[in-house]
């Protein structure tokens, strides 16, 4: 099964064109040269016009077969009304209860993972048996912000997964707006 995760945070470092246009670094040679031009293009797409080139079209279309190939999940009535948090953290117990105190409260949240890499440290006490019963600690062995990837719950109760850190705190609406 194809697992849907959906990240609050992209790992994109910026770039200035020519013309002071930010670009990234996954931007395409072509797509350099047109934001260096001055023209509005950003994978293969031109902004103002919305047409596509063929060679992106081609590559977006291969990747929706293989997508496809693979075999979708079909959606589970929860999947229409909950998700799953996972929480990156690191030696900030007290913002990590914080951020926990508030997500649980979120009518969308199903369960909240804490990735805890602190082979030094245990959890505390109060993020080991949450109040809201909606937390589960997954203890990983390598401390890497990469972990929030590999998910050791066997049990995730929903495809739609929110990646964010200890110390991000959003308002349920915002967050319930991003699934449904």
Known sequence: SLLLVV?????????TSSTGQDIGPDTSPHDRNAVNEGLNVV?????????????????????????????????????REKFTIRINTWRRNEQLVVSLNHHSKCEGVAQIQ?????????????????????????RHSINSLNERFHIL??????????SMDDDVLRPCDAIDAGFF
């Open 7 to 15: 990240h609050t945070i992209l790992f994109r470092t910026a770039f």
């Open 43 to 79: 994978d293969g797409v031109d902004t103002a016009s919305g047409s596509i080139d063929n060679d992106s079209l081609a590559m977006y279309e291969d990747q929706l077969v293989r997508a496809m190939a693979m075999g979708l999940t079909e959606l589970a009535p929860i999947d």
């Open 114 to 138: 804490v990735i805890w890499c602190d082979s030094d440290n245990e959890p505390p006490d109060e993020v080991l048996n949450h109040s809201s019963g909606k937390v589960v600690v997954e």
């Open 153 to 162: 719950t066997e049990d995730t109760p929903t495809l739609g997964i929110l």
